[in-house]
């Protein structure tokens, strides 16, 4: 019968073997994440670039050194981060290196580091509340002062793209979403052209379909 998990009373199912690379600039603290996830259930230790890890954890004393660190690894994977509470610029520097769960130094036992795994591995995100609130007082003043300003949303369309592509997935043609909008055709064509070529789509229906795969719609 083929092993489809495994069950563990606090955590429920896990998966057989999520991979798992581990990341840090000093190989002490390396040598320590990996003896402290070596064996655990549910997890497979991966290395090289021929193994792509599902989840990548990483620890730092410097999180600004964090994209030197991950660099291309976090391409396809969530980034577990073990580090002293950030500060809100390197709050946004793990976030585009691709956190997903922060963990204090303090807490990172390995049955806390699996827990974190476990979530980013089904698409669970946590942020101690203190770091939380500083990345929703960061994404309000983005709207505020350099969103709103240049009409754009939170997803990165402006309103106007958000709505031609709303009325295309409602079975418009042009004619229509210019009249249904107070533009010109040739007006809608343009914004449809600059928003294809930015996003690097082949055309409208693809745009409609990437826009909603995304949720921007």
Do not use: C
């Amino acid at each position: 019968m083929e092993d489809t998990g495994t069950t563990h009373p606090t955590f429920g199912r896990l998966p057989s073997a999520v991979p798992v690379g581990v990341l840090a600039a000093d190989p002490l603290l390396r040598s320590g994440l990996v003896s402290a996830l070596r064996g655990q259930p549910g997890i497979r230790l991966v290395e090289g670039e021929l193994h792509q890890p599902g989840v990548l954890v990483a620890v730092t004393d410097d999180i600004r050194t964090l994209p030197y660190l991950v660099g291309d690894s976090a391409r396809h994977a969530r980034l577990v981060l073990v580090a002293e509470p950030p500060q809100p610029g390197e709050l946004w520097a793990a976030i585009e290196s691709g956190l997903v769960v922060l963990v204090p130094r303090k807490e990172a036992t390995a049955e806390r580091l699996r827990k974190a795994i476990t979530d980013a591995h089904q698409g669970r995100g946590h942020l101690p509340p203190e770091q939380l609130g500083q990345m929703l007082q960061g994404l309000a003043r983005l709207h505020r002062d350099v969103l709103v300003p240049h009409d754009l949303t939170p997803t990165g369309l402006s309103s106007r793209e958000t709505t031609v592509l709303r009325l295309l997935a409602e079975g418009r043609d042009t004619a229509e979403i210019a009249a249904e909008m107070a533009y010109s055709e040739r007006t809608v064509k343009n914004i449809l052209h600059k928003l294809t070529t930015r996003l690097g789509l082949r055309n409208r229906t693809h745009a409609v379909s990437y826009a909603l795969r995304h949720g921007l719609i």
